[in-house]
């Protein structure tokens, strides 16, 4: 299917133009997200998509599943109500580096550690953009922001290794460069059974990019093609040829823990047969 | 026509232009992207796969 054609489908076209600013790359990512649910042909009666609140959290508005725009930081909660009550349904859960890993951080590791199933699609642009510009916790040390004019001095989370640690049991990155990489990892992160996250690298030229001399939209996407390494060619590179980089690709997965929903339903199973 | 720019979405940022191999693309007067060399449009699908904004599209 064509993109023009995929966008009818999967969008309510009626509310295009987006509100995301020139260059934003949260556009980009929200297009990944229904390509790989066109490659996985699923019906759009069967996917949720929750989201929180943010620039990247306004991206339910625009899908036409079924979806909530709900509070900050609280679109895990959400999801994870959502996905108790009908496992059939395919869950995704759209959100922010502040969203996720702020207001929402208790909730992104608790969710990991459950290995609920679903798929949570983070847009990284390192900065709270629809607030003005300040500084998160993937903001990376170092960075100015409008809470930090004379740069941040905290270190950024690494989110992918946190939430393995948590307990996702898939966790990769791609950035909006990397658009048909972030695509097929969207795909393979809903195929996933089990608590999946996709960090999805994305340029904010104007509350970031403009605050960080990084350039214009088009500089921020190629800073991106100069910063992101597929995971082999990364492996191979010395520590010194890592500075400042980061691997994109799958980075982590587990198919031997067992889904909280699977072991919620055996419970009921089992507090329903009487047997203790 | 191998390319369908919906100018109502557009706004402007350029990305379109700055990797089209060919250098079609280009910011009109009131900053809207126009195709100034559809002739050498080779339909590689740059601009649609980077375009944020869904504005345009390459017809095969």
């Given at each position: 299917?064509?993109?023009?054609?995929?966008?009818?489908?999967?969008?309510?076209?009626?509310?295009?133009?987006?509100?995301?600013?020139?260059?934003?790359?949260?556009?980009?990512?929200?297009?990944?997200?229904?390509?790989?649910?066109?490659?996985?042909?699923?019906?759009?009666?069967?996917?949720?998509?929750?989201?929180?609140?943010?620039?990247?959290s306004?991206?339910?508005?625009?899908?036409?599943f079924?979806t909530?725009h709900?509070?900050?930081?609280?679109?895990?909660p959400?999801?994870t109500?959502?996905?108790?009550?009908?496992?059939s349904?395919?869950?995704?859960v759209?959100?922010?580096?502040?969203?996720?890993?702020?207001?929402?951080?208790?909730?992104l590791?608790?969710?990991a550690?459950?290995?609920?199933?679903?798929?949570v699609?983070?847009?990284?642009?390192?900065?709270y953009?629809?607030?003005?510009?300040?500084?998160?916790?993937?903001t990376?040390?170092?960075?100015?922001?409008?809470?930090?004019?004379?740069?941040?001095?905290?270190?950024?989370?690494?989110?992918?290794?946190?939430?393995?640690?948590?307990?996702?049991?898939?966790?990769?990155?791609?950035?909006?460069?990397?658009?048909?990489?972030?695509t097929?990892?969207?795909?393979?992160?809903?195929?996933?059974?089990g608590?999946?996250?996709?960090?999805?690298?994305?340029?904010?030229?104007?509350?970031?990019?403009?605050?960080?001399?990084?350039?214009?939209?088009?500089?921020?996407?190629?800073?991106?093609?100069d910063?992101?390494?597929?995971?082999?060619a990364?492996?191979?590179m010395?520590?010194?040829?890592?500075?400042?980089?980061?691997?994109?690709?799958?980075?982590?997965?587990?198919?031997?823990?067992?889904?909280?929903?699977?072991?919620?339903?055996?419970?009921?199973?089992?507090?329903?047969?009487?047997?203790? | 026509?191998?390319?369908?720019?919906?100018?109502?979405?557009?706004?402007?940022?350029?990305?379109?232009?700055?990797?089209c191999?060919?250098?079609?693309?280009?910011?009109?007067?009131?900053?809207?992207?126009?195709?100034?060399?559809?002739?050498?449009?080779?339909?590689?699908?740059?601009?649609?796969?980077?375009?944020?904004d869904?504005?345009?599209?390459?017809?095969?």
């Amino acid at each position: 299917m064509s993109m023009e054609n995929l966008i009818n489908k999967y969008f309510r076209p009626g509310r295009l133009p987006h509100i995301w600013c020139p260059g934003c790359g949260n556009g980009v990512i929200t297009g990944c997200i229904v390509k790989a649910i066109d490659k996985l042909a699923l019906e759009k009666d069967n996917v949720a998509v929750i989201s929180g609140i943010g620039c990247s959290s306004r991206a339910s508005g625009y899908l036409d599943f079924n979806t909530v725009h709900s509070a900050h930081g609280r679109a895990l909660p959400v999801a994870t109500g959502v996905k108790l009550a009908d496992p059939s349904l395919k869950v995704l859960v759209v959100t922010g580096d502040g969203d996720a890993t702020a207001i929402g951080g208790n909730h992104l590791i608790h969710a990991a550690r459950r290995n609920i199933d679903m798929t949570v699609v983070l847009f990284n642009n390192s900065i709270y953009g629809m607030t003005g510009g300040q500084y998160s916790p993937l903001t990376p040390q170092g960075s100015k922001a409008t809470t930090a004019p004379y740069a941040t001095i905290e270190p950024a989370f690494d989110i992918t290794e946190l939430a393995k640690a948590a307990g996702a049991t898939f966790v990769a990155r791609a950035t909006t460069f990397h658009a048909q990489i972030l695509t097929d990892l969207i795909a393979k992160g809903i195929q996933h059974k089990g608590f999946s996250l996709i960090e999805a690298v994305s340029g904010c030229p104007i509350s970031f990019g403009r605050q960080n001399k990084m350039g214009g939209p088009a500089d921020m996407m190629k800073w991106q093609r100069d910063h992101g390494v597929m995971l082999a060619a990364w492996n191979k590179m010395t520590d010194e040829q890592k500075a400042g980089k980061f691997p994109i690709g799958v980075l982590h997965e587990d198919n031997s823990r067992k889904e909280y929903t699977e072991a919620y339903d055996e419970l009921i199973a089992r507090a329903q047969g009487g047997n203790k | 026509m191998s390319l369908k720019i919906i100018t109502e979405r557009c706004k402007g940022c350029g990305i379109c232009a700055a990797f089209c191999p060919k250098q079609v693309l280009a910011l009109s007067e009131i900053e809207k992207i126009e195709a100034v060399h559809e002739e050498n449009c080779i339909k590689c699908g740059q601009c649609e796969l980077r375009c944020p904004d869904y504005a345009i599209f390459v017809e095969k």
